[in-house]
Nanobody
């Protein structure tokens, strides 16, 4: 079955960096776009970035443009989110998402906390 497992979250000071990873299995990874979402306390889940199967196109939320970079390694079935210049408002649970056929699959999420 489809599995998405995020890792790489943690506590970081403002201005710091983190790299999130999402390891995928159970589907043909290189055939599907992948998306990172985040959900802050008391807020709805929101799209952060997505990437097409060949990495030809990426898309970012305005709030993270120029600071975050999404990438993927199809040989490793893994999608990444490099987060630089982190701000307290980036604090959230970050989720990996794949839409495979009619279904949307989610990982369990990884907590990112930006605080001094």
């Amino acid at each position: 079955q489809v599995q998405l497992v995020e890792s790489g979250g943690g506590l970081v000071q403002p201005g710091g960096s983190l790299r999130l990873s999402c390891a995928a299995s159970g589907f043909t990874f290189n055939a599907y776009s992948m998306t990172w979402y985040r959900q802050a306390p008391g807020k709805e889940r929101a799209l952060v970035a997505d990437i097409t199967p060949s990495s030809r196109r990426t898309n970012y939320a305005d709030s993270v443009k120029g600071r975050f970079t999404i990438s993927r390694d199809n040989a490793k079935n893994t999608v990444y989110l490099q987060m630089n210049s982190l701000k307290p408002e980036d604090t959230a649970v970050y989720y990996c998402n794949a839409r495979v056929g009619l279904y949307a699959y989610w990982g369990q999420g990884t907590q990112v906390t930006v605080s001094s």
